[in-house]
Nanobody, 130 residues
């Protein structure tokens, strides 16, 4: 079992930056690939970024490539999402998720499918005004 708690959301203006954090407890954080998803009103939850167990391998959705950066600190059991050059279309509730890597893979960066993630946080709201 993994408990995940997101923080760092807020209301910002277009062009601003935010850093989200996801604190994990209850199990071995470094045993999971971790992902960020987001869900805007009236839309499906979508993949934003994923990171491997050690943090060496990452991937980002095309919509955030070059603006957002996922990272993790296994000594602090914390996942991060640095968001720069925010746009109004980034407005959403942001969720972190833990994903057990197949065979304990060290290169797996997590699934982009909502139903394949094992544990979820409660979400943090990010609102970007124009």
């Amino acid at each position: 079992q993994v408990q995940l708690v997101e923080s760092g959301g807020g209301v910002v203006q277009a062009g601003d930056s935010l850093r989200l954090a996801c604190a994990a407890s209850g199990s071995t954080f470094s045993g999971y690939a971790m992902t960020w998803f987001r869900q805007a009103p009236g839309k499906d939850r979508e993949f934003v970024a994923g990171i491997s167990r050690t943090g060496i391998f990452v991937r980002h959705a095309e919509s955030v490539q070059g603006r957002f950066t996922i990272s993790r600190d296994n000594t602090k059991n914390t996942l991060y999402l640095q968001m720069n050059s925010l746009k109004p279309e980034d407005t959403a509730v942001y969720y972190c998720a833990a994903d057990s890597p197949p065979g304990g893979s060290l290169t797996y960066t997590g699934s982009s499918a909502v139903d394949e993630c094992d544990y979820w946080g409660q979400g943090t709201q990010v609102t970007v005004s124009s």
